[in-house]
């Protein structure tokens, strides 16, 4: 690891906010990354891992901590993979974008309606980052990781991370802290061996975006091509030139409502089901057991409403801003907040809030941030 001297935050992360830490500790081999987190522990100091800084919202102040920044690179073929199947084991600092690219490259499926997601590949199972229908959580095998609890280094299973919608067991919510602390080191996923011909496409949202008709075949380069225009049209895919892709992405989440509550909203409000649980575990104490298994009951999946919608239809339209502010909504999306060039944290902070208060008055529900906040409050 190297010791560097600290670099404000407002050049490191995409929404341009935050001061110098105290300290900065950069890592470019897993066993720096691992050396660096033990002995910031050690030491008790406050203290986050900076990867791409797309996903981040940092306040004024300078952090009062550590900073490590994770440089690790490179992507390698393993064994171990099923027929059809390739298995990639992929550094956490890679950026995640160039790990679409080069999956598409190799003709390799499953990633690539993910194309121009910020950001890097150890930050992306935190929150199951996902697009137009994928999810990482479709194609993640398992995550090398760090606990800060043990210091230990461990080899955990995707199906114990607790993947759900823009959550992990690892992500650090707002209001809360994570259900375990810790920090990955790699990724392995296993992605489709397609090659570059046409195939159909599955995914009823990922047709819609890209305007095919069922059935209707794409190859994986096609998708990312077409993928990257369509974020590129909504300020989505970083441009230093486009003070629209100042951001941080999506602000906030779209939100996981009951049934009951999304009848209340208006019919044009988009919704999608949620999977529910098809297989729960049902247990019966052998004593009990009379050769008798209930049905399972009848639930209402829950349902997700678009945030975006939902913000417009508050009376926020793309581009607002509130008087003498330079944070403003994107004119592209309305979901994105964006530094219009020299905005501070709490300029952000109170477009947010106004945002989230002009949801819950019309619609009764209270919006949640998508980024990782630090030293600032909503």
């Known amino acids: 690891m190297t010791e560097v001297t600290p670099i404000p935050l407002s050049r490191l992360t995409t929404l341009r906010t935050g001061g110098a830490p105290v300290r900065m500790l950069e890592a470019s081999t897993s066993e720096e990354l691992v050396d660096a987190l033990r002995e910031v522990w050690a030491e008790r100091d406050e203290w986050f891992v900076l990867g791409g800084g797309s996903n981040m919202f940092v306040g004024d102040e300078p952090f009062d901590g550590t900073v490590v920044r994770i440089r690790t690179q490179g992507i390698e073929r393993m064994p171990g993979a099923r027929p059809g199947l390739a298995r990639l084991r992929v550094q956490a600092g ?128 096609w998708v990312r091509d077409h993928v990257l225009a369509t974020r590129a049209r909504k300020g989505m895919v970083l441009d230093p030139d486009d003070p629209d892709t100042y951001s941080a992405g999506s602000f906030f989440q779209n939100a996981i409502v009951s049934a009951s509550f999304a009848r209340t909203l208006p019919d044009a409000c988009p919704r999608w089901p949620v999977a529910p649980d098809l297989d729960p575990v049902l247990v019966i104490p052998l004593s009990d057991f009379d050769g008798y298994v209930p049905p399972p009951a009848a639930v209402a999946p829950d349902v997700k409403v678009s945030a975006a919608w939902l913000i417009e239809q508050s009376g926020l339209r793309k581009g607002f801003k509130l008087p003498r502010s330079r944070a403003a909504l994107s004119s592209k999306h309305a979901l994105a907040l964006t530094n219009r060039g020299t905005a501070t944290a709490a300029e952000l902070a109170e477009l947010a809030r106004y945002i989230q208060g002009r949801v819950q008055s019309e619609f009764g529900l209270i919006l949640q941030p998508e980024p990782v906040l630090v030293g600032v409050d909503l």
């Open 94 to 221: 890679h950026d995640w974008d160039a790990l679409v690219a080069y999956a598409v490259a190799e003709g390799l499926a499953g990633i690539e309606a993910m194309s121009g997601i910020p950001g890097t590949v150890g930050a992306a199972p935190v929150q199951n980052i996902g697009a137009y229908g994928q999810e990482i959580v479709q194609t993640l095998v398992e995550v090398e990781l760090i606990d800060e609890s043990t210091g230990e280094v461990s080899t955990v299973p995707a199906a114990d991370l607790g993947l759900g919608f823009r959550t992990s067991v690892l992500k650090h919510h707002y209001g809360s802290v994570p259900e375990r602390r810790a920090v990955i080191l790699s990724v392995t996923l296993e992605l489709a061996e397609v090659g570059q011909g046409e195939r159909p496409i599955a995914g009823e949202q990922l047709r819609t975006a890209l305007g095919l008709a069922a059935g209707q075949g794409a190859s994986v380069a």
